[in-house]
Each structure stands twice: as structure tokens, then as C-alpha cells.
């Protein structure tokens, strides 16, 4: 029935994305315990959400485009409720059009297969006529060490993988979001920060998925997609911390 109170006040350092990744304060959804202005409450990784689509219906549907175009690639098809790429040459990519983003944006897609090496499943944002970053799993489910990658596009063209993370364990269920804020493109994995880099290739447009399998086009698949807007710049400025108890 005893209380006791107890106060203690510490400084924060001004941080930036990069120090998030691997840490607590780096997954999705929890309040970074870094103040802003005297009195204001802590910042968050929190997205917005604008749209969704659980691909429960025979095709795709006219909300969904082609962006990418050309002998490479293709749009995806729907196979009982799940999203698959048409064949195993093309890489197969949509942007979801209903939806209008700001230029601070994210996806998120889920994996559902990935049943052998080499397959690709993953999130587009800022997406336009061929310009685009992608945050992809690329390997299978259910083995160790496999690779998530960020990759810029332009025109189309896979101009660089910005960055690499190769120690993934994947199962069914897993869910890969991209997150464009400023210049920071990010990768998160079941709501973790994993990768962040610096690029301004792709400065706005529209959010989808992408999806390539290398053998038969069932060993790659998704489902439950969904974007909007990152509402919180993550760079946060020095202060003091207090926590009372």
C-alpha cells in the first residue's frame, strides 16, 4: 500500500533515422521517446492510412494499373484471393489508383508464398511513369538468412538496389512496408526499421506492389495490400526527457 514517486531527467542527443535502425524506437506504430517543443507530446513512426485491398474477388480490378510497361514486365493476376505475377519471365507490377498520396507515403504488402529461391515480393511507392522505389523480400520462405532489398526505378530501368539486409527468416504472414519521408526511404519488416538510405530519385507519384517469380508463378504470392501517407517526419531535435513515477 506504499507508493513511491521518484523523477528522473536525462538528455536527449538529436538523432536521426539512421540511428533507429536494428532499435526499439525503429519499429512501426511506437512512440520514438524523443520530445519536440516543451509540453508537446513524443513523435511517432505512425502512418496514415488511405487505402487497403484484400484481393477477396476473381481479378484485379480497375483500381489497380500497369505503370511499368514494356517487354520486362506485366500486371499481376488474382489466383483464389491472391496476388500472383503472370508468368515467370516478367516482373509483374501495379500502382493502386484510386488512392492520392502525398509525397511523404508508404505501402505495405503481405507475403504469402514464396515457396524457392530467387522470388521477389514487395511494396512500389512514389510511383510514376516508370519512377519508383521498391522495398522487396527476395529469396523464400522458411530459410535462413534471405534478403530484403530497397531498389530505385527510373524510367523503368532498376538503376541501383540503395540498399541490402541478408538475414531474414521469412514465413507466410510477414509483411514488408516501403516509407518514402523527405529523402529517407526506408524498409520496414513486420513492423520493424531495417533499412533507411538517402535518395531523391523518386519524389512522388503513386503507391502499389510487385511481384516475380522465377519458376512457376505460384511459388510467389501476396495479399493484403495497403498505403497512405507518413505523417511524421522522423528527425527528431535535442531536449531533456522526464519520467516520473
Known sequence: GISNYYEISHAIAAVSLSTLVNTYEGIQGIPIPFPGAAGTQPL?????????????????????????????????VLVSDLV??????????????PASLVNDQWAQVTIQAASSAGQQIG??????????????????????SQAVYLQSYVSGVNIA???NFADI???????????????????????????????SAASSGAAGMNIKSSFDPSHAALNNWAGGNANVNPTYASGVVQRRR
Not at 474477388?57 to 489497380?64: C, I, K
Request: charged residues 10%; contains cysteine.
Open 44 to 76: 511517432s513512426l505512425n502512418f496514415a492510412q488511405v487505402a487497403a485491398d484484400n484481393f477477396v474477388r476473381s481479378s484485379l480490378g480497375s483500381s489497380w494499373s500497369q505503370d511499368m510497361t514494356g517487354s520486362g514486365f506485366s500486371i499481376p
Open 123 to 144: 511494396a512500389n511507392f512514389r510511383e510514376v511513369s516508370g519512377t519508383a522505389y521498391f522495398a522487396i523480400l527476395y529469396g523464400e520462405i522458411g530459410v535462413a
Open 169 to 199: 527468416y521469412a514465413t507466410a504472414g510477414d509483411k514488408i512496408v516501403g516509407a518514402a519521408v523527405g529523402t529517407n526511404i526506408c524498409l520496414f519488416y513486420n513492423g520493424y526499421l531495417v533499412l533507411v538510405v538517402s535518395d
Open 161 to 163: 538496389n540503395l540498399a
Open 84 to 97: 500472383e505475377g503472370p508468368n515467370n519471365v516478367t516482373l509483374a507490377n501495379a500502382i493502386y489508383t
